[in-house]
């Protein structure tokens, strides 16, 4: 276990912006698993029984049906949907009833995703998992369809290239088809055109990788199905990449051949169309530290007495008590609306700000500083409008129409809860929408 920070300077270690890891390839201090504290709860009314936890709903449902399942969790960005299926994924229950396929979109893919290209990446990381494990045959269907691809999608690019069908060159192909994807429009307009006129090619792609695993799976004595846990589909916020994926290609989603779990943005609920999202959901919300105060834009006044408990508690799993005092905790609890990144996040900056004035601890002063600095980087890019409809969100607690979606995914609204969902503006930026003649 990673040993508690025990002076200012190291807790910038524990304290940085990162999910943690229950695989055990830990490539930081602060992805130590040791460090998870079980979130609290949903309150149970008088005549109801307690729920279960986010990780025993998650793979309950998972467990249950034989056939294929999708589901889908949605969050607050930041809030623990990274931790939630790392842990789901290192559940004994889970590696017991299935192989796991852990898929993370990269970074430079978000920007340009679209349905053909998740569909590859999902086929891309099933031959990854076939080759590393040798369960993948010489003469399956799968071959001559990426094959096809190399020749439609990469050209004369691939012709140099792999095409020779070995285990090792085929492995190959897959890399370069995801690599090309990141930087070249043409590759991505061409792989378009075979979604759009061919659309069931890349379903038949996954359909015959899947049967190939499995059935050697079965050969081996495992005769488990594979589960895929499909993280960062969150971060797609571009309204038109959401509707391509999951209005007009939600069906492609659904009917993949394996149990899928994927992240996805929390807008994605809203809309006519996304009953099926909505009844495959599962939701991570912020914790609860604010009570509605649609007339009042001081945070402070709006705490719910004792909901620091859990963050008091995150911080002392990381870090020596003394070093942050119990102020520091409750107003950056506050101001990060319960939101665990944005909570570290301000932590993070008052360390800093406790450092460069020679404190031995992190106090409240401090953590006021941290939360001038970030309500001064929130604010950027924010247009008058912006700053009305905020206002207006957190004077009724509703969204007035699909567009307030966007405030969500920017996280600068969260989803708050009691018997109904409601949503406040970020308590970071209520001193700013305050009424001023």
Same mark, same amino acid.
């Given at each position: 276990?990673?040993?508690?920070?025990t002076?200012?300077?190291?807790?910038?270690?524990?304290?940085?912006?990162?999910?943690?890891?229950?695989g055990?390839?830990?490539?930081s201090?602060?992805?130590?698993?040791?460090?998870?504290?079980?979130?609290?709860?949903?309150?149970?009314?008088?005549?109801?029984?307690?729920?279960?936890?986010?990780?025993?709903?998650?793979?309950e449902?998972?467990?249950?049906?034989?056939?294929s399942?999708?589901?889908?969790?949605s969050?607050?960005? %930041?809030?623990?949907?990274?931790t939630?299926?790392?842990?789901?994924?290192?559940?004994? #229950?889970?590696?017991?009833? =299935?192989?796991?396929?852990?898929?993370?979109?990269?970074?430079?893919?978000?920007?340009?995703?679209?349905?053909?290209?998740?569909?590859?990446?999902?086929?891309? $990381?099933i031959?990854?998992?076939?080759?590393?494990?040798?369960?993948?045959?010489?003469?399956?269907?799968?071959r001559?369809i990426?094959?096809?691809f190399?020749?439609?999608?990469? %050209?004369?690019a691939?012709?140099?290239? *792999?095409?020779g069908?070995?285990?090792?060159?085929?492995?190959?192909?897959? =890399?370069?088809?995801?690599?090309?994807?990141?930087?070249s429009?043409?590759?991505?307009?061409?792989? #378009?055109?075979?979604?759009?006129?061919?659309?069931?090619?890349?379903?038949?792609?996954?359909?015959?990788?899947?049967?190939?695993v499995?059935?050697?799976?079965?050969?081996?004595?495992?005769?488990?199905?594979?589960?895929?846990l499909v993280d960062?589909?969150?971060?797609?916020?571009s309204?038109?990449?959401?509707?391509?994926?999951?209005?007009?290609?939600?069906?492609?989603?659904?009917?993949?051949?394996?149990?899928?779990? /994927?992240?996805?943005?929390?807008?994605?609920?809203?809309?006519?169309?996304?009953?099926?999202?909505? #009844?495959s959901?599962e939701?991570? /919300?912020p914790m609860?530290?604010?009570?509605?105060?649609?007339?009042?834009?001081?945070p402070?006044k709006?705490?719910?007495?004792?909901?620091?408990?859990? =963050?008091?508690?995150?911080?002392?799993?990381?870090?020596?008590?003394?070093?942050?005092?119990?102020?520091?905790?409750?107003l $950056?609890?506050i101001y990060?609306?319960?939101?665990?990144?944005e909570?570290?996040?301000?932590?993070?900056?008052?360390?800093?700000?406790?450092?460069?004035?020679?404190?031995?601890?992190?106090?409240?002063?401090?953590?006021r500083?941290a939360?001038?600095?970030?309500?001064?980087?929130?604010?950027?890019?924010?247009?008058?409008?912006?700053y009305e409809?905020?206002?207006?969100?957190?004077?009724?607690?509703?969204?007035?129409s699909?567009?307030?979606?966007?405030?969500?995914?920017?996280?600068?609204v969260?989803e708050?809860?009691?018997?109904?969902?409601?949503?406040?503006?970020?308590?970071?930026?209520?001193k700013l929408?305050? *009424?001023?003649?």
């Amino acid at each position: 276990m990673t040993r508690r920070a025990t002076t200012l300077d190291e807790t910038l270690d524990v304290l940085e912006l990162l999910p943690l890891d229950f695989g055990g390839a830990r490539q930081s201090p602060a992805t130590d698993p040791a460090f998870y504290v079980e979130p609290p709860a949903d309150d149970a009314g008088a005549d109801e029984i307690p729920p279960p936890s986010l990780a025993d709903t998650l793979a309950e449902r998972l467990l249950g049906p034989r056939h294929s399942t999708t589901l889908f969790l949605s969050g607050h960005v %930041g809030s623990g949907k990274s931790t939630q299926l790392s842990k789901l994924a290192a559940d004994p #229950r889970i590696v017991q009833a =299935f192989s796991v396929v852990s898929v993370c979109v990269e970074a430079e893919h978000v920007p340009v995703l679209d349905t053909p290209l998740l569909l590859l990446l999902l086929s891309g $990381a099933i031959h990854d998992f076939g080759h590393t494990h040798g369960l993948l045959s010489k003469k399956a269907h799968w071959r001559d369809i990426l094959l096809d691809f190399n020749k439609r999608v990469l %050209g004369d690019a691939g012709g140099s290239g *792999p095409v020779g069908g070995t285990a090792i060159e085929l492995n190959v192909l897959f =890399f370069k088809l995801c690599q090309e994807m990141k930087f070249s429009e043409q590759r991505r307009r061409l792989l #378009r055109e075979i979604g759009e006129t061919q659309q069931t090619l890349l379903i038949d792609l996954l359909k015959s990788l899947t049967e190939d695993v499995t059935s050697a799976l079965l050969k081996q004595g495992h005769g488990r199905s594979l589960l895929l846990l499909v993280d960062d589909l969150d971060k797609v916020r571009s309204l038109p990449q959401q509707k391509e994926i999951f209005d007009a290609n939600l069906a492609f989603l659904l009917s993949v051949p394996f149990h899928v779990l /994927y992240t996805v943005p929390t807008g994605v609920v809203f809309g006519p169309n996304r009953v099926d999202v909505r #009844r495959s959901l599962e939701h991570l /919300y912020p914790m609860r530290v604010l009570d509605k105060a649609p007339r009042s834009y001081d945070p402070e006044k709006a705490f719910l007495p004792d909901s620091d408990t859990f =963050f008091r508690n995150a911080v002392d799993r990381r870090v020596e008590p003394r070093l942050f005092d119990d102020a520091a905790v409750r107003l $950056a609890a506050i101001y990060s609306g319960g939101v665990l990144r944005e909570f570290f996040r301000l932590l993070r900056t008052a360390v800093r700000l406790a450092r460069h004035n020679r404190l031995e601890l992190v106090n409240g002063p401090a953590v006021r500083g941290a939360v001038r600095d970030e309500r001064r980087r929130e604010s950027m890019g924010l247009l008058t409008p912006d700053y009305e409809a905020l206002r207006a969100i957190h004077e009724t607690h509703g969204l007035a129409s699909d567009d307030g979606r966007r405030y969500l995914d920017e996280g600068r609204v969260l989803e708050c809860y009691n018997d109904k969902t409601w949503y406040e503006a970020s308590p970071l930026l209520w001193k700013l929408l305050e *009424p001023r003649d």
